[in-house]
């Protein structure tokens, strides 16, 4: 906060757009976001929802991780959740899978709470273990429910109105206008009440207790809120596939959610989740499959598919112990460092 | 409380009543009401008896000072009467209602709000965030309000962080506002503490050895700000302290504890030369 600001009023001060930057940065975004399908086209557009989907679920993550503190290993599982759920419905019940992500959103906040049950006891490491218990165990239910091959969604259940949801422009622009909304709806979370409830909780359990913090319900809240983004994220997820499978919902893909979270900016749930997803999600796969042909080339296939979770893990470790606060922290210095240039002090 | 009845300079650790003593007392005596009574509390760790058979009371304002060894027993009693934990005999009035069963958050509805002898602020956010947590009691409305930030909320917000800044004004936090609060010195920590506690608009604010670490010139803006509360805003205090010096500087009463034990009590001046006090201290 540089010295000499001072908003006219406290609403000014938690109103989401505080500075003329803020404002110029809305309208950039807005406009960029809304015309993106003018020049994004066929892979680059896919590029765009699938960075939406996982900014929803590493959002998710992000409350239950950043702002609470409770470390959940089985963030992709609550995905799935959300994944299966639409495409079931729409399979065996022939509901509209556009409709249905509502419902996929409220099956991962059920998933959600249950996961929540052993925070009310365990922390770190304990909580972690027990995450990545329930991550296997719901792999392993997955992979019972269509054991061989994907459930396809039929396809009439991805149209409203005749227009077909499953790719392209209207699905980018479903999935952006679910982006926003969520997004809107954290930012609120993390500004109000509840959000310094749920960072009390992370920092300090017994003085929340104190002041008065439902510690255990902020607990279930918080895997309750994040399961809800993972569950839409999910059942955007499943509109976009051509099928459903577990293998989206590895224990991997919890890691890499848990990476975004971490590297771009725990407790920062917009923009932190934004970097992380940004750097992991669109940077990586672009970096990947310009570099993939080379690696094989040179014959270090082995290097190439596992590359990715070295450097994934590297990163991690990385941030965890020299930049806890993620790259929104590298950028806010670098930015500071720019204000304050040339006097380096 | 009406006027201004102390005066203080802080460089030689003097301060004095502009009444006399009994003048002072007997205005007291007249406006007297008890706030918080505890009756023969027991608190008991694995057969150690933290808290033995307590009866303290407090009344409404006094600066009172509780003192005593390491191990005393102190901040057990503290715990107690917040409500942290639950003695296994004995009972805590409020203004003559029985609170022994209340949790901590109801007390501090009722108007009884503390400070920690370890810290126990919330490191990771920045002191109005601190401060505005502990307004946490008086929260209303739901998840799904808060997701949408409804009129309601909005208008909630703006009371807490109305109280939030008037405390930071009450203790000079300005510069500090959206600092991280594990980023500042033990000093401002502290007073961070005691804002956060009287955000909450209380009657009586138990605070646990807050000198402990602080600097001299911390020790001085702290005692400063201590006085200038209870001054301006006739909030009552207890004292948790080792530092003699300031609880005989400050309180108008004084109870020594000793291994769970209270076991003198009285003006500052008769507590230090009891004998059972000297012993405690300096044999000890
Ligand atoms: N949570 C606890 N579990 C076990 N023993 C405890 C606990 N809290 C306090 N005790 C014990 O109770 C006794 C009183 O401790 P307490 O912290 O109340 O003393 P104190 O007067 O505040 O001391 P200090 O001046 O060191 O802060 C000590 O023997 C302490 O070891
Ligand atoms: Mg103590």
Request: net charge neutral; hydrophobic share 50%; proline share 4%.
């Given at each position: 906060?540089?010295?000499?600001?001072?908003?006219?009023?406290?609403?000014?001060?938690?109103?989401?757009?505080?500075?003329?930057?803020?404002?110029?940065?809305?309208?950039?975004?807005?406009?960029?976001?809304?015309?993106?399908?003018?020049?994004?086209?066929?892979?680059?557009?896919?590029?765009?929802?699938?960075?939406?989907?996982?900014?929803?679920?590493?959002?998710?993550?992000?409350?239950?991780?950043g702002?609470?503190?409770?470390?959940?290993?089985?963030?992709?599982?609550?995905?799935g959740?959300?994944?299966?759920?639409?495409?079931?419905?729409?399979?065996?019940?022939?509901?509209n899978?556009?409709?249905?992500?509502?419902?996929?959103?409220?099956?991962?906040?059920?998933?959600?709470?249950?996961?929540?049950?052993?925070?009310f006891?365990?922390?770190?490491?304990?909580?972690?273990?027990?995450?990545?218990?329930?991550?296997?165990?719901l792999?392993?239910?997955?992979?019972?429910?269509?054991?061989?091959?994907?459930?396809?969604?039929?396809?009439?259940?991805?149209?409203?109105?005749?227009?077909?949801?499953?790719?392209g422009?209207?699905?980018?622009?479903?999935?952006?206008?679910?982006?926003?909304?969520?997004?809107?709806?954290?930012?609120?979370?993390?500004?109000?009440?509840?959000?310094?409830?749920?960072?009390?909780?992370?920092?300090?359990?017994?003085?929340a207790?104190?002041?008065?913090?439902?510690?255990?319900?902020?607990?279930?809240?918080?895997f309750?809120?994040?399961?809800?983004?993972?569950?839409?994220?999910?059942?955007?997820?499943?509109?976009?596939?051509?099928?459903?499978?577990?293998?989206?919902?590895?224990?991997?893909?919890?890691?890499?959610?848990?990476?975004?979270?971490?590297?771009g900016?725990?407790?920062?749930?917009?923009?932190?989740?934004?970097?992380?997803?940004?750097?992991?999600?669109t940077?990586?796969?672009?970096?990947?499959?310009?570099?993939?042909?080379?690696?094989?080339?040179?014959?270090?296939?082995?290097?190439?598919?596992?590359?990715?979770?070295?450097?994934?893990?590297?990163?991690?470790?990385?941030?965890?112990?020299?930049e806890?606060?993620?790259l929104?922290?590298?950028?806010?210095?670098?930015?500071?460092?720019?204000?304050?240039?040339?006097?380096?002090? | 409380?009406?006027?201004?009845?102390?005066?203080?300079?802080?460089?030689?650790?003097?301060?004095?009543?502009?009444?006399d003593?009994?003048?002072?007392?007997?205005?007291?005596?007249?406006?007297?009401?008890?706030?918080?009574?505890?009756?023969?509390?027991?608190?008991?760790?694995?057969?150690?008896?933290?808290?033995?058979?307590?009866?303290?009371?407090?009344?409404?304002?006094?600066?009172?000072?509780?003192?005593?060894?390491?191990?005393?027993?102190?901040?057990?009693?503290?715990?107690?009467?917040?409500g942290?934990?639950?003695?296994?005999?004995?009972?805590?009035?409020?203004?003559?209602?029985?609170?022994?069963?209340?949790?901590?958050?109801?007390?501090?509805?009722?108007?009884?709000?503390?400070?920690?002898?370890?810290?126990?602020l919330?490191?990771?956010?920045?002191v109005?965030?601190?401060?505005?947590?502990?307004?946490?009691?008086?929260?209303?409305?739901?998840?799904?309000?808060?997701?949408?930030?409804?009129?309601?909320?909005?208008?909630?917000?703006?009371?807490?962080?109305?109280?939030?800044?008037?405390?930071?004004?009450?203790?000079?936090?300005?510069?500090?506002?959206?600092?991280?609060?594990?980023?500042?010195?033990?000093?401002?920590?502290?007073?961070?503490?005691?804002?956060?506690?009287?955000?909450?608009?209380?009657?009586?604010?138990?605070?646990?050895?807050?000198?402990?670490?602080?600097?001299?010139?911390?020790?001085?803006?702290?005692?400063?700000?201590?006085?200038?509360?209870?001054?301006?805003?006739?909030?009552?205090?207890?004292?948790?302290?080792?530092?003699?010096?300031?609880?005989?500087?400050?309180?108008?009463?004084?109870?020594v504890?000793?291994?769970?034990?209270?076991?003198?009590?009285?003006?500052?001046?008769?507590?230090?030369?009891?004998?059972?006090?000297?012993?405690?201290?300096?044999?000890?």
């Amino acid at each position: 906060m540089p010295a000499g600001v001072f908003k006219e009023t406290y609403r000014a001060d938690m109103a989401h757009l505080r500075y003329p930057i803020h404002y110029a940065g809305l309208l950039i975004g807005s406009v960029l976001a809304l015309t993106a399908p003018l020049y994004l086209k066929g892979y680059y557009l896919d590029q765009a929802i699938l960075f939406m989907i996982f900014l929803i679920a590493a959002v998710g993550l992000n409350i239950t991780l950043g702002l609470a503190g409770l470390v959940s290993l089985a963030h992709a599982a609550l995905m799935g959740a959300g994944a299966y759920t639409v495409a079931l419905l729409a399979l065996k019940a022939g509901v509209n899978a556009i409709l249905a992500i509502p419902l996929a959103g409220l099956a991962a906040a059920g998933l959600g709470f249950i996961l929540s049950l052993p925070s009310f006891k365990l922390k770190g490491y304990y909580l972690a273990m027990a995450s990545l218990a329930a991550q296997f165990i719901l792999e392993y239910i997955y992979s019972l429910i269509a054991p061989e091959q994907y459930i396809s969604i039929p396809f009439e259940t991805k149209e409203i109105a005749g227009i077909f949801f499953g790719e392209g422009i209207p699905l980018y622009y479903l999935a952006l206008a679910i982006t926003i909304v969520l997004l809107l709806a954290a930012a609120n979370i993390a500004r109000g009440s509840l959000g310094r409830a749920m960072k009390a909780v992370r920092d300090n359990d017994v003085a929340a207790e104190i002041v008065g913090i439902n510690v255990t319900m902020t607990k279930a809240l918080a895997f309750t809120i994040g399961g809800f983004y993972a569950g839409v994220a999910g059942g955007l997820y499943a509109l976009y596939s051509a099928g459903v499978g577990w293998e989206g919902f590895t224990l991997l893909v919890s890691i890499e959610l848990l990476g975004m979270v971490l590297i771009g900016g725990p407790g920062r749930v917009v923009w932190g989740s934004m970097l992380g997803v940004l750097v992991l999600k669109t940077g990586w796969t672009n970096l990947e499959s310009s570099l993939n042909p080379l690696l094989t080339g040179m014959g270090l296939d082995i290097i190439a598919s596992t590359a990715k979770y070295i450097v994934l893990g590297t990163l991690i470790a990385v941030f965890i112990i020299l930049e806890p606060e993620g790259l929104i922290a590298v950028l806010r210095r670098i930015k500071e460092y720019l204000r304050l240039w040339p006097y380096s002090y | 409380m009406g006027g201004t009845r102390l005066s203080y300079d802080i460089e030689s650790w003097k301060v004095d009543r502009v009444w006399d003593k009994g003048d002072l007392y007997r205005k007291k005596e007249y406006e007297r009401e008890t706030l918080v009574r505890t009756e023969h509390i027991l608190v008991e760790f694995g057969g150690i008896r933290a808290v033995d058979d307590v009866s303290i009371k407090v009344d409404r304002g006094e600066i009172l000072g509780i003192i005593g060894p390491n191990g005393a027993g102190k901040t057990s009693l503290l715990n107690v009467i917040s409500g942290f934990y639950k003695p296994k005999h004995g009972k805590v009035y409020y203004k003559g209602v029985d609170i022994t069963r209340l949790p901590p958050h109801l007390r501090v509805k009722l108007g009884i709000s503390r400070t920690f002898q370890h810290s126990e602020l919330f490191m990771g956010m920045n002191v109005i965030e601190n401060i505005m947590t502990g307004l946490h009691p008086w929260r209303k409305g739901n998840t799904l309000s808060y997701a949408l930030w409804t009129p309601g909320v909005m208008k909630w917000e703006e009371w807490a962080r109305e109280k939030a800044e008037h405390v930071i004004d009450l203790l000079d936090l300005h510069e500090y506002r959206y600092h991280i609060v594990g980023s500042l010195p033990p000093g401002v920590q502290k007073r961070v503490d005691l804002a956060r506690a009287l955000a909450q608009d209380p009657e009586v604010v138990f605070m646990d050895e807050p000198m402990a670490g602080l600097t001299r010139e911390e020790k001085e803006d702290l005692v400063r700000a201590i006085i200038e509360v209870y001054e301006t805003r006739g909030i009552t205090f207890v004292l948790v302290e080792h530092d003699l010096e300031v609880v005989t500087d400050i309180c108008d009463r004084i109870i020594v504890m000793d291994f769970g034990k209270v076991i003198a009590e009285g003006r500052p001046d008769e507590v230090v030369n009891h004998p059972l006090v000297v012993k405690a201290y300096l044999g000890g």
